[in-house]
């Protein structure tokens, strides 16, 4: 059972343009949602996250969204730049009596063409 | 600070075969996390450590073992390599169990035949 979904494989978007990366989640009980940037041959490196409470948090180019009601969350990046080419991991983390875990969606592979 | 370092980069293995995949951090996080990444599967959690002496099982544990002597030191322990286990592992931390963002090393590239 995949409680974090990200349903596109891989996207493809012009230089300049705005990038939407998508999520969706089934669990109810996610306090936090993160979204993760991942290059070849390196590990994953933080990019942004949003409390439950919150419905949008931004940061430079890169703003999350977060819809409760539909359990889906969205990564824009505007204007999406040659460098943001890369795999782009949703997760999203649940609170049990001091134990916190992270689950992650497949990821999306963001290709920008120049 | 060298942030997380795993070593080795690359490891081959046979069937039944141990070996230990090591993982260390120098920002004196309380929290670290073994993470394997299967194609189509996304990063699943195998075990974790809320700081030293603490260890618990995630959501993949079977076939490894952890131990956290230290702070910064939190190795992943194959008893007995199986093809199933050929994957990539990530070792992850953070300041706090409750920390939000965790700071992933470079990857450990294991193939058993």
């Known amino acids: 059972d995949q409680q974090v979904k990200q349903n596109s494989p891989s996207l493809s978007v012009q230089e300049g343009r705005i990038s939407i990366l998508n999520c969706d989640y089934t669990?109810?009980?996610?306090?936090?949602f993160l979204w993760y940037k991942k290059y070849p041959a390196e590990g994953p490196t933080f990019l942004i996250s949003?409390?439950?409470?919150?419905d949008k948090n931004e940061d430079g180019r890169f703003t999350v969204f977060l819809n409760k009601s539909a359990k889906h969350l969205s990564l824009h990046i505007v204007p999406s730049q040659p460098g943001d080419s890369a795999v782009y991991f949703c997760?999203?983390?649940?609170?049990?009596?001091?134990?916190?875990?992270?689950?992650f969606g497949t990821g999306t592979r963001l290709t920008i063409i120049p | 600070n060298a942030g997380v370092t795993q070593t080795p980069k690359f490891q081959v293995l046979k069937t039944g075969q141990s070996m230990t995949l090591q993982c260390a951090q120098d920002m004196n996080h309380e929290y670290m996390s073994w993470y394997r990444q299967d194609p189509g599967m996304g990063l699943r959690l195998i075990h974790y450590s809320v700081g030293a002496g603490i260890t618990d099982q995630g959501e993949v544990p079977n076939g490894y073992n952890v131990s956290r002597s230290t702070t910064e030191d939190f190795p992943l322990r194959l008893l007995s390599a199986a093809p199933s286990q050929t994957s990539v592992y990530f070792c992850?931390?953070?300041?706090?169990?409750?920390?939000?963002?965790?700071?992933f090393g470079p990857g450990t590239r294991l193939t058993v035949t």
């Open positions: 992850a931390s953070s300041l706090t169990a409750g920390g939000v963002e965790q700071y």
């Open positions: 997760a999203a983390r649940t609170t049990n009596f001091g134990n916190e875990k992270l689950t």
């Open positions: 669990n109810s009980m996610f306090d936090y």
């Open positions: 949003i409390s439950s409470i919150k």
